[in-house]
């Protein structure tokens, strides 16, 4: 595949998870296939910002005279990894009006007495849209495996399902794009001391972090069992190094663009005979 | 109030509607109180981006601890008046995950079986978020009493209605912040004009607004009496030149500035023992 500016390899072909990956070895503070540094990234991230838009705009356009495709990004990390930084510097940059986000916190009562793929369906997104899971239906297999609330019969009842869901998605016109920002324990401690030394960030802290932290091992396991059953044909999985913010960004934009580069989408011909709706503009002066 | 860089006097008090005010007497072509020309606004927009940025931010953190405040910006125009280019370029500018934004369409069955603003309700933004209404509950006052399909009794029960809503919302913590962009009718020609010299635009014609365009006079009639019935203390209306998008974008900018503003919000301060917090990440180390 061509590969975007500042790229000397291309992410979207680096970083997928394919057969034999292990998460243990990938490294977190390295930007595979950027020839830059932290400027080049930002002005390549400011430079592409329009690439995507104009592709998302013309998803959202086929929709509009019977496209059925559209595009799901769902987003897994660790506390403090950046997925907030994606949705707003990433996805921020196209239209929200073809923006479908979705934020999953901890499931409420209602939630907890369906079966776990009951909340995640609506999300999905519309003709023509750019959906985006702030967390999703994977945290059912993460954190539940984490603290032993699936067990393993459970846990691989939800992998199968995931994956009959995703293909569903898939099958019907949505392009399934899963990323995983992969920030080493390091890295973490020093953004979460860093909200502890301003003020302005008083808020994004939360003690229970700590406590999380502590399972880091046992999330990394759960991460590479997730990689090994998930990671299919109609919805990949990337992991991105994450401890460069500047580079998760700039690679997740070019995993995007790829993705919406393969769909070949093209602006919809006028459904209107263009020399009669010309010449009724002429005579319609007030 | 200050006046933004750009501005020799601020459009949030320009713009606002007042008693006596006269849609018909308003130009649409100008950009009152801005020193500048169309580079200078676009400079202005970007300058100011971040200012709006961080007050989103501070709105939604207020939230995370209790605060029960929200914006709503209410758009209507005519078509081509550059809603789409308000959401985009001002609203596009804020993290997408503190915004809620509603496209009201053509009103379904099951939405027509309702009275008019049960499908609005649910977009009113919760605790925190920067909620948009492309559209909205005035075409039930707008397009209604163009075409006749309510009459005189029933228009004022819905201004009254609206009233009350929207003093409700207020009530409860939501700024509400209304916005109609004034075009004149030389220039939606030309924008027309435009979508049917360019491929990429052909999506976004549609034959049937060059029908709804030969109302043009009795909009304007009906926005009057919009202006007049519902541009309240508690919800005022901005009415704002539009032929100039650049000018438009920036001084809605600054109207939504001026409203975030005015809510004097404060960053939380953390609902944690400082330094107990500090002395754990110390030994957080894996």
């Known amino acids: 595949m061509p590969q975007p500016n500042g790229f000397t390899q291309h992410p979207a072909e680096l970083l ?13 503070d390295v930007a595979p296939g950027f020839s830059g540094k932290k400027l080049d990234g930002a002005t390549t991230l400011a430079a592409r910002a329009p690439v995507l838009s104009q592709l998302q705009e013309q998803l959202f356009a086929e929709s509009r005279f019977g496209g059925s ?7 897994q990390a660790m506390d403090t990894a950046g997925k907030g930084g994606i949705v707003g510097h990433v996805v921020g940059s196209v239209d929200p009006q073809g923006v479908k986000l979705t934020t999953f916190k901890a499931p409420t009562d209602e939630e907890k007495a369906h079966d776990f793929l009951w ?21 059912d297999v993460l954190i539940h495996r984490v603290h032993g609330w699936a067990d393993e019969a459970e846990l691989e009842r939800r992998y199968a399902a ?40 008083y808020w994004k802290y939360s003690p229970t972090d700590l406590d999380e932290r502590k ?51 093209q602006w919809p011909a006028g459904h209107f005979d263009l020399n009669q709706e010309r010449a009724r503009l002429k005579d319609a002066v007030l």
Chains 1, 2 share one sequence.
Request: no cysteine.
């Open 16 to 28: 997928r998870v394919g057969p034999g990956f292990s998460l243990a070895e990938q490294p977190t």
């Open 69 to 75: 495709k559209s595009v799901l990004l769902i987003l």
């Open 119 to 139: 909340r995640v369906r609506p999300g999905a997104p519309g003709p023509g849209m750019f959906g985006v899971f702030d967390r999703s239906h994977y945290e």
């Open 162 to 201: 995931i994956n009959a869901f995703e293909a569903e998605l898939a099958d019907a016109g949505t392009a399934v794009v899963k990323v995983m920002l992969n920030i080493s324990p390091a890295e973490q401690l020093e953004r979460l001391t860093a909200r502890l030394h301003d003020p302005t960030k």
């Open 215 to 265: 399972f880091w091992p046992q999330y990394m396991d759960a991460y590479q069992r997730v990689f090994e059953k998930t990671s299919t044909e109609k919805a990949p999985w990337y992991v991105v190094p994450a401890d460069k913010k500047w580079y998760a960004r700039a690679a997740v934009q070019e995993i995007l663009i790829h993705t919406l580069e393969s769909l070949t989408l």
